[in-house]
């Protein structure tokens, strides 16, 4: 089965930056070289699970959350099996636990019902 694993999160001052990765793992092949969509996902307690950003193989144009918008930007190391989500500019409002995940059955507008996720990481934003 295919396995993500976060990393990366932590405490940061408002203001700051983190950069999460999100190792993809158990598949026969490359995953990066066939159909995918990958992305983030964060929730804060007590709050729903809100979209973060997503990329897709077919095309590689990536989406954003209105509220992370030039201040988050998502990216692959097709050699590494990885996407990373480099966070700038940090608020208050971005604490949260973040996700990633993938699914070879859909697009971008479908990856809440992935089927494959990580545990996530914690990303605190506090003085």
């Known amino acids: 089965q295919v396995q993500l694993v976060e990393s990366g999160g932590g405490l940061v001052q408002p203001g700051g930056s983190l950069r999460l990765s999100c190792v993809v793992s158990?598949?026969?092949?490359?995953?990066?070289?066939?159909?995918?969509?990958i992305g983030w996902f964060r929730q804060a307690p007590g709050k729903e699970r809100e979209a973060v950003s997503c990329?897709?193989?077919?095309?590689?144009?990536?989406i954003y959350a209105d509220s992370v918008k030039g201040r988050f930007t998502i990216s692959r190391d097709i050699a590494k099996n990885t996407v990373y989500l480099e966070m700038e500019d940090l608020k208050s409002e971005d604490a949260a636990i973040y996700y990633c995940?993938?699914?070879?059955?859909?697009?971008?507008?479908?990856?809440?019902?992935?089927?494959?996720w990580g545990q996530g990481t914690q990303v605190t934003v506090s003085t």
């Open positions: 990329v897709t193989s077919d095309d590689g144009k990536t």
């Open positions: 995940a993938t699914d070879t059955k859909v697009d971008c507008q479908g990856l809440a019902g992935a089927d494959f």
């Open positions: 158990g598949f026969s092949l490359d995953y990066f070289r066939h159909y995918y969509a």
